[in-house]
Structure formats: structure tokens, C-alpha cells
């Protein structure tokens, strides 16, 4: 089971997802044009910009476990060499 949930690009995928939250929180963290909108109250830029976040995230999450439809599987590979 763990060889399934690894072998299909699990770790990559994690890596993603966890690089790209960080690289939020730092924008939100230090002072920056967001930091500053949401200080003020202006919260329609941060709030689409973490919503553009989130959208892209899942987005990535569905297109990464789409089956391309040109790889085999091991099973089909065995059954077409007997």
C-alpha cells in the first residue's frame, strides 16, 4: 500500500503543496503589499490572492492524479507479454 501511495509521485506532489503555502505565509508574514492591504481592512486583493492559491492547489491535486491514458500499468504489461 505504501509503495502505491510513494511510487505515485506522493512525495513530489506534498513537496508542491507545502512550498507553495510557505511561499504564502512568507508574503503574508513580512511587510508587503498584502500585509499592508490586510492591515488596512482592504481585504478583497489578499483574500482573491489566497483564494488563487487555494484554486491552484486543488487544481494541481486533480490534474496530478488524472490517468494520462498512455502509461501502462504493471498489470497490463504482464498480461500483454503472456
Not at 31 to 47: A, S
Request: glycine fraction near 4%.
Amino acid at each position: 500500500m505504501f509503495k502505491n501511495v510513494f511510487g505515485s509521485g506522493f512525495l513530489v506532489r506534498t513537496a508542491h503543496v507545502v512550498l507553495t503555502w510557505i511561499i504564502t505565509l512568507i508574503l503574508f508574514l513580512y511587510d508587503t503589499e498584502l500585509r499592508k492591504q490586510e492591515e488596512t481592512g482592504q481585504l478583497l486583493q489578499p483574500v482573491l490572492f489566497v483564494l488563487l492559491v487555494l484554486l491552484s492547489v486543488l487544481l494541481y491535486f486533480a490534474v496530478s492524479l488524472m490517468d494520462p491514458g498512455f502509461i501502462l500499468s504493471e498489470e497490463n504489461d504482464l498480461q500483454e507479454l503472456q
